[in-house]
């Protein structure tokens, strides 16, 4: 389970006082209690744990571009480095080829014609591609594609 793998590596991280991996996943950790108490259960399944990480990942997007904008070197390096522990622990993210596919596959199954109809092939793909791929590119991937149907 995701959960046991984070705890074991927030206790190793201890051991090896590596504090910026104890913080990281201490934060983690605790927010992945709020997700416990929330649904009122006693474990979290690992679809839980990877929402709850993909939801920091973004917050630590988002914190990269205001601390660039704001010429902090210091912390944008140190927010990269918090994001890439957390990232080890989403599954491996599908090419863009693999996407394109999917896309393709997901545009002929519906049988759409047109880009009004991109919510239909957006309920296709992304219950397929949970977890492996952003669902911005898979909307941008699904709007280009409709966009060469219409020329």
């Known amino acids: 389970m995701l959960e046991e793998r984070i705890t074991s ?9 590596d504090a910026i991996k104890v913080s990281t996943l201490s934060f983690l950790r605790s927010q ?5 108490i929330d649904k009122k259960s006693n474990q979290l399944s690992d679809s839980d744990v ?6 920091q990942v973004k917050q630590r997007q988002d914190s990269i571009a205001q601390f660039e904008k704001g010429g902090r070197v210091d ?11 957390l990232k080890s622990y989403l599954p491996q993210e ?3 080829d693999d996407l394109k596919g999917l896309v393709d596959r997901a545009v002929l199954e519906s049988g759409v014609k047109s880009m009004k109809d991109m919510g239909a092939v957006m309920k296709i793909l992304l219950p397929q591609v ?3 791929a952003d669902s911005k590119q898979v909307s941008d991937l699904v ?8 020329g």
């Open 75 to 85: 912390l944008v390096d140190k927010e990269k480095t918090e994001m890439e522990i």
């Open 32 to 36: 992945l209690k709020y997700v416990l």
């Open 94 to 96: 599908m090419s863009i």
């Open 9 to 17: 590596d927030y206790k190793q991280a201890m051991k090896d006082k």
């Open 143 to 150: 709007r280009e594609r409709l966009s060469q149907l219409n």
């Open 130 to 132: 949970a977890g492996r």
């Open 50 to 55: 990877v929402v709850v990480i993909k939801k």
